[in-house]
């Protein structure tokens, strides 16, 4: 409360700070999206840890809106800073900042940003309202004090979160056998034979390399191991004679190698078949067979690309991504706003996200790929000839030239909006 000068009133200055600092806050509350949204672009941004790892980008966009409205809440004194824990995704995402192996402090500066762009942010709202130096001084003591209380607080409970799941993480996992894996995913010098022995896996063969994710709304013991067991269960489909090397990244990602021996190819009809022996979903990203400890690494850096395209997409997409299908797509998710300008040049009217245009692009596609045959692409459709060569008269009218022209960059902006839809789509 308020200091109470002589005669028993509150003191006009702490008055007016209560007053700016609420007002302030009232501004946060209206604009609490985009300020968490800047937030947490300057995570990603400094935090070399955070751009590309999908699981820790989710937490913190799920995290970043609740964290700012609460220390918006203390500013005006509706809750107390003691009364305040961590939320679910800031105690997720130190958990996975643990099982990854990511260090600590990692984790300290994320909260050191945080604090330094919530101050920030107030200050430069103070400046526009306060025209009393006093009053100026004690709205920024004042904000400045109880955010930084409430984010040290936080960050300890969390730096404790961490610490605790470091070390129950390191004993639920095989330390040794997991430096093997990322020294040679590495590329490290090996021992191949004594490295087999640890992994329980031979190198010398032809490898599949896959990794799968579950819902993170599932409990940590279902989505492990599920994993697990779909790893087994599409090993078995493909018929090879050994388990899987699986290793956990957390409690809801896997990587794994499938030992193919001496087949250098898999059956896709296989691949479609071994989900309906998975009794809760599951998505798989899935590299090419490659052969020997190189075709180890290169196997699993084509899953890993392949699993970009699906965490780049906003469609839920297919349960099994094949490296082999998705071409230069792989490639062109590092920069999403690049791809999708690109996309909207070569595509124009084809390229808005709708059910004209992606009727139309179905069509084009299939066209294309069945080698420009009116008649291949009408059975593939499922329409009659004629239709098709309807639309794609259509289509080269809103293109201003004939599909052909330019067929190689069409096709893969094409494959980009059938992989990835809406995020490389232009909006109506």
Excluded at 7 to 32: F, K, M, W, Y
Aim: hydrophobic residues 45%; aromatic residues 6%; charged residues 25%.
């Amino acid at each position: 409360m308020p200091e109470r000068a002589e005669g028993g009133q509150p003191d006009h200055a702490d008055s007016q700070v209560r007053e700016i600092v609420s007002a302030i806050t009232a501004v946060a509350d209206a604009r609490l999206t985009e300020i968490a949204g800047a937030i947490v672009t300057r995570l990603v941004g400094e935090i070399e840890y955070f751009a590309t790892d999908q699981p820790i980008l989710d937490q913190l966009n799920a995290g970043a809106a609740d964290n700012f409205a609460i220390t918006m809440a203390i500013l005006r004194h509706d809750i107390e800073i003691e009364a305040v824990g961590p939320s679910a995704p800031a105690t997720e995402l130190a958990r996975l900042l643990a099982q990854r192996d990511i260090p600590i402090t990692a984790l300290e500066h994320a909260y050191r940003l945080y604090q330094d762009s919530v101050v920030r942010w107030c200050l430069q709202e103070l400046a526009l309202r306060s025209e009393s130096a006093t009053v100026t001084a004690g709205a920024a003591l004042e904000i400045t004090t109880l955010v930084s209380a409430h984010v040290n607080l936080i960050a300890q409970q969390l730096l404790s979160t961490y610490e605790f799941e470091r070390d129950a993480w390191r004993l639920r996992r095989s330390a040794s056998r997991s430096a093997r894996i990322n020294d040679l995913l590495a590329n490290r010098h090996i021992e191949v034979e004594p490295t087999e022995r640890i992994l329980g896996y031979h190198l010398g063969q032809y490898h599949l390399g896959i990794i799968m994710w579950t819902d993170r709304a599932q409990s940590p013991e279902v989505g492990l191991a599920h994993l697990e067991s779909a790893a087994t269960a599409l090993a078995c489909q493909l018929g090879t004679s050994a388990p899987p090397l699986f290793e956990a990244r957390d409690e809801h990602m896997a990587r794994a190698w499938v030992p193919l021996g001496d087949a250098d190819t898999v059956d896709s009809e296989r691949l479609s078949a071994v989900k309906r022996r998975w009794d809760s979903p599951v998505i798989v990203a899935i590299g090419q067979p490659r052969e020997g400890v190189e075709g180890f690494v290169r196997t699993h850096t084509e899953a890993d690309l392949a699993r970009v395209v699906v965490q780049a997409s906003e469609s839920p997409g297919p349960g099994i991504v094949c490296a082999g299908d998705l071409g230069a797509v792989m490639l062109m998710c590092n920069d999403l706003s690049a791809t999708r300008a690109w996309v909207a040049d070569i595509l124009g009217p084809l390229g808005v996200d709708d059910t004209a245009a992606a009727q139309l692009r179905a069509t084009l596609r299939e066209f294309l790929r069945t080698g420009g045959s009116y008649a291949a692409a009408a059975d593939a459709l499922h329409m009659h000839k004629n239709s098709v060569a309807y639309r794609l008269k259509k289509i080269e009218d809103q293109l201003g030239r004939s599909v052909r022209d330019h067929r190689l960059n069409l096709e893969i902006a094409l494959e980009l909006a059938f992989w990835l839809g809406s995020a490389v789509l232009t909006q109506d």
